[in-house]
């Protein structure tokens, strides 16, 4: 199957006949739950594929809630929230981000050619707001994000509260655009030597090379040319996307993690206090993917994820995932990654803003996530002027809403009510 999915990719990316004649096998939804494709060309250049539920394409009365998921995901991984969040009253929206899934239009090229100004954060935020104005509405009650999706998420509650009127994330906490340098020491003549920016992300990688043994970011990891072949093509997983969608889901969740000390606030963002990070986040900086999972599954059993993540599911992102690949999922952390410039300088149009509008964290207490970027959980009431705290679920890792449906469906619930 895997090959022929390929040659229908190649079909998508290099032939808008194809594109129009293409189906999809259908997806195994549960009752109550709609896929739907809406026709973003002319502004974002997107045609987004999405899931929903208590929408009603003619009447859009109902209060609207967008979910996004994050990497290495697609919408389908959110169908069984769509309907009890529906119940409220709402209609409930997961798409597919640029990048991935059936949403199509972005930049398929390899990783030399691509054109990576698609990925900046605010043009996801532009997808967004094309993408809801499709939908027939200018509003939108509360936008959830998940991992990566906490990014649009947090940039459109930030930029346009008054079209994002409430934001949840979900497994990693928000960090704000950077800041301008803060009152300089002005000179009486031109500075003899310019300043050059004196952060890269390259620049902190290299400090982890350094530890013994040398480890490297997993965001790093993921920007590097090699790593959608890594992912597509897990060599020590005997190749199997399947084993790589299992085990990363296990190895992220309590079912594995419970044995360790849980994850706690970093007491510095030295190198040798980021080392303490499981492999899976601060990679050993010889081991691809792969490798890493290989080496952290070894002795386990995965399968005991099987109750919460069911192989019915996980064939789901291998057929959706063999079809795409993970360059343009990828390519949200090459923008995340890239040094002070063109591809992230907008953030300083909002530099000091503060989120304004209700904001709500939830994550899981085996989640290292929640502390990878130090400071950001705790900085909260700083970053947003309408912070309503956060909850991390006792029985969570990175993936609440599959490990725990049912209790991150009442605290999202519970935060919408009390908007
Ligand atoms: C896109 O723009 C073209 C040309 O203006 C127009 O004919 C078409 O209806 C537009 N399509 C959508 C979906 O907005
Ligand atoms: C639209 O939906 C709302 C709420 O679901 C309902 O009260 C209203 O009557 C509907 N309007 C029309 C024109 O059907
Ligand atoms: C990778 O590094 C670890 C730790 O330094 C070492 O034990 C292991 O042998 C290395 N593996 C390879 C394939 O070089
Ligand atoms: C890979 O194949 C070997 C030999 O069949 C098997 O023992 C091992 O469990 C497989 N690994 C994975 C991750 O499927
Ligand atoms: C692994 O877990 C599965 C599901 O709980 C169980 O059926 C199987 O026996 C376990 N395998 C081993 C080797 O313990
Ligand atoms: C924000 O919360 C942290 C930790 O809960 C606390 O130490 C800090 O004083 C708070 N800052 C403000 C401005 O309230
Ligand atoms: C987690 O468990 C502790 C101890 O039982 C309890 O106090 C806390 O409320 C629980 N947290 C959540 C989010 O359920």
Redesign the pocket.
């Known amino acids: 199957m895997a090959p022929l999915s390929r040659s229908l990719a190649y079909c998508l990316a290099f032939s808008s006949f194809a594109l129009a004649t293409t189906t999809y096998p259908p997806l195994p939804l549960p009752s109550g739950v709609t896929a739907s494709y809406v026709d973003t060309t002319n502004t974002s250049g997107l045609v987004f594929h999405y899931l929903s539920a208590g929408c ?1 394409p003619s ?1 859009t ?2 209060p609207l809630v967008l979910i996004l998921h994050g990497y290495p995901e697609i919408a389908y991984g959110f169908k069984d929230l769509l309907v009890p969040i529906a119940k409220q009253g709402y209609c409930v929206v997961a798409s597919d981000q640029r990048g991935y899934g059936r949403t199509t239009g972005w930049d398929t090229r390899p990783w030399a050619y691509v054109d990576l100004t698609q990925w900046k954060f605010e043009n996801l935020v532009r997808d967004l707001v094309a993408f809801v104005w499709a939908l027939g509405y200018k509003e939108v009650r509360s936008v959830i994000g998940h991992d990566f999706g906490t990014i649009p998420a947090g940039w459109a509650a930030l930029t346009r509260p008054d079209i994002f009127q409430s934001v949840l994330h979900m497994s990693v906490p928000f960090v704000p655009p950077q800041q301008p340098p803060f009152h300089l020491p002005t000179t009486p003549s031109p500075p003899s030597t310019l300043s050059v920016p004196d952060w890269t992300y390259a620049g902190v990688e290299s400090a982890l090379e350094h530890l013994t043994p040398p480890r490297r970011n997993y965001q790093w990891y993921n920007s590097q040319p090699s790593a959608a072949h890594d992912f597509l093509t897990p060599t020590a997983l005997n190749n199997s996307l399947h084993a790589f969608f299992r085990i990363e889901w296990f190895i992220k969740s309590p079912a594995y993690l419970a044995q360790f000390p849980p994850p706690h606030p970093l007491p510095s963002s030295d190198p040798s206090d980021l080392a303490q990070v499981p492999y899976f986040y601060i990679m050993l900086a010889n081991q691809s993917v792969s490798q890493t999972l290989a080496t952290l599954n070894y002795g386990q059993n995965a399968s005991v994820s099987k109750t919460w993540f069911p192989d019915a599911d996980v064939d789901v992102y291998v057929q959706e995932f063999s079809r795409t690949g993970f360059q343009g999922a990828l390519n949200y952390y090459r923008v995340l990654t890239s040094p002070p410039g063109p591809l992230t300088n907008d953030g300083l149009l909002w530099a000091g803003r503060k989120i304004t509008v209700p904001t709500f964290f939830l994550g899981g207490k085996y989640d290292w996530q929640t502390y990878i970027v130090r400071g950001a959980l705790e900085g909260y009431n700083v970053t947003s002027t309408d912070f309503r705290g956060s909850v991390l679920l006792n029985g969570s890792g990175h993936w609440p809403y599959i490990e725990q449906t049912g209790e991150t469906v009442r605290y999202i619930n519970k935060f919408l009510e009390e908007l």
Do not use: D
């Open positions: 009603t009447n009365t109902k």
